[in-house]
């Protein structure tokens, strides 16, 4: 059995959230506030997503974060290899 850590399941929550606003910027203090998750945690995750160029942010007044690649080539396996920090998942 996969176990998660809370980093991973609020990236794949945030990774769903943008995916929904299609090419829209959204702010991740609005996201945090809504999903009740610590902005601060949230800016650790974006960071990471960010580095590993799944979403882009653009800053000023109606910036914030949007996908840098399509929802379609998103997977669990992406999120949860770049979120669980050196475990690996094999193909079955």
Same mark, same amino acid.
């Not at 996969?2 to 090419?23: G, P, V």
């Not at 991740?28 to 506030?33: D, G, H, R, V």
């Not at 945690?41 to 000023?60: D, H, P, T, V, Y």
């Given at each position: #059995?996969? +176990?998660? /850590? @809370?980093?991973?399941?609020?990236?794949?929550?945030?990774?769903?959230?943008?995916? @929904?606003?299609?090419?829209?910027?959204?702010?991740?203090? !609005?996201?945090?506030? !809504?999903?009740?998750?610590?902005?601060?945690? #949230?800016?650790?995750?974006?960071?990471?997503?960010?580095?590993?160029?799944?979403?882009?942010? !653009?800053?000023?007044?109606? =910036? =914030?974060? /949007?996908?840098?690649?399509?929802? +379609? @080539?998103? +997977?669990?396996?992406?999120?949860?290899?770049? #979120? !669980?920090? =050196?475990? /690996?998942?094999?193909?079955?």
């Amino acid at each position: #059995m996969l +176990s998660i /850590r @809370k980093e991973t399941d609020y990236a794949i929550q945030f990774l769903q959230y943008l995916s @929904k606003e299609k090419n829209k910027c959204c702010s991740l203090k !609005e996201f945090a506030s !809504e999903s009740d998750i610590s902005f601060y945690f #949230m800016q650790k995750i974006a960071r990471k997503l960010s580095k590993e160029n799944i979403i882009e942010s !653009e800053q000023g007044v109606n =910036g =914030g974060y /949007r996908l840098k690649i399509p929802a +379609s @080539k998103l +997977s669990l396996h992406i999120v949860v290899e770049i #979120m !669980e920090e =050196g475990v /690996r998942l094999l193909p079955c």
